[in-house]
């Protein structure tokens, strides 16, 4: 199927970034968020990152030529009318989640697949708010979704065979790796493993045997992750950790409830896009490695 109109509702640091994978690939995109300054901020940041994958030679088109099939609304009509394939990236609270479902399954094209980049919430229980559940699907990209490779294709219980074989089709077309994840349970593969390993590093800090910092660089020097735990948690947002470990709690999956985690949620110490979290950033939304 020709897709002559990308939608993708949300342009937080998410939604920004498969907007971006999506114009690379070619297509017109509609991205959508609730205020004009949220839409201003996404843009600029996409004209950044197209600079910078330019000047290390990663794309070949003109980034001014890639940002003119950016569309910018406020209005989810303007967005969601006759689109062909349609990316959420809103908040992580499911009755957000399912008011965006609802009205995009009245608005997109008929054919058209919902997809939702959700990295907790079940597809089967986002899926109950639209009529046809056979085309909404998972696609949980990785901040940045313009560097992180991987994609989790998730098939909620009613999700149709055909929706799953278009949204690896559409992953590798953003030129990323699919996973195909078959069972729909909490946090689906990726953060099933990484919550656990937030689970171990906060109760080494919470029980005086390492500080953040040692944490971090035992996880960097020793196990060679590219980021330290804690602050992978600044860069991707405090207030996601927390949102996505609650949301796998309440569905069954025991994470630790990481006291750190709560306070600096409740304090709105979010971390790089605050300016402070589990280490301090010179101002928001400036990630500049402590
Ligand atoms: N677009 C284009 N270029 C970018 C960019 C972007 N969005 N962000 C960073 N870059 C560039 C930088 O400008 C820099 O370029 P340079 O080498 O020419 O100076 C280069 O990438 C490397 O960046 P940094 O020097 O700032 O830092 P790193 O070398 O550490 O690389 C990183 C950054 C690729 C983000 C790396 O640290 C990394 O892989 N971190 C782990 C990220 C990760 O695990 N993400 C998943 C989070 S969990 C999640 O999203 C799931 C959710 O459900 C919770």
């Known amino acids: 199927m020709e897709i002559r109109k990308f939608t993708v509702v949300g342009a937080g640091s998410m939604g920004h970034g498969i907007a971006e994978l999506a114009l690379i690939a070619g297509y017109d995109v509609w991205l959508n968020d609730v205020a004009e300054n949220i839409l201003k901020n996404a843009k600029e940041r996409i004209g950044w990152s197209l600079k910078r994958l330019s000047e290390k030679g990663s794309i070949k088109e003109d980034p001014e030529k890639i940002l003119s099939r950016l569309h910018l609304t406020v209005s989810q009509e303007e967005a969601m009318k006759d689109t062909d394939f349609l990316i959420e990236a809103v908040i992580e609270d499911i009755n957000v989640k399912k008011k965006v479902f609802e009205k995009a399954d009245s608005l997109a094209s008929k054919d058209a697949i919902l997809a939702s980049n959700t990295s907790s919430l079940p597809i089967t229980e986002i899926a109950t708010a639209v009529k046809r559940p056979e085309r909404v699907v998972g ?10 490779q991987l994609v989790e294709i998730i098939k909620g219980e009613k999700t149709s065979e055909e929706t799953m074989k278009r949204a690896y089709e559409m992953g590798k077309k953003l030129g990323r790796d699919p996973i195909l994840v078959k069972k ?16 171990i590093s906060c109760l080494l800090v919470e029980k005086g045997k390492a500080d953040v910092l040692e944490v971090d660089a035992s996880a960097i020097y020793e196990l060679g992750f590219p980021m330290g735990v804690f602050l992978l948690q600044d860069y991707a947002g405090v207030d996601v950790a927390y949102l996505v470990g ?3 709690g309440e569905r069954g999956f025991k994470a630790y409830e990481c006291k750190a985690f709560e306070q600096l949620y409740k304090a709105k ?9 589990f280490y301090s950033y010179p101002e928001p939304n400036k990630f500049v490695k402590p």
């Open 139 to 148: 696609m949980h990209f990785f901040n940045p979704p313009v560097l992180m």
């Open 184 to 199: 729909d349970v909490p946090g689906f593969l990726v953060n099933r493993i990484l919550f656990r390993v937030n689970d």
């Open 246 to 248: 609650k949301a796998m």
């Open 269 to 277: 110490n979010l971390g790089v896009k605050t300016g402070k979290g």
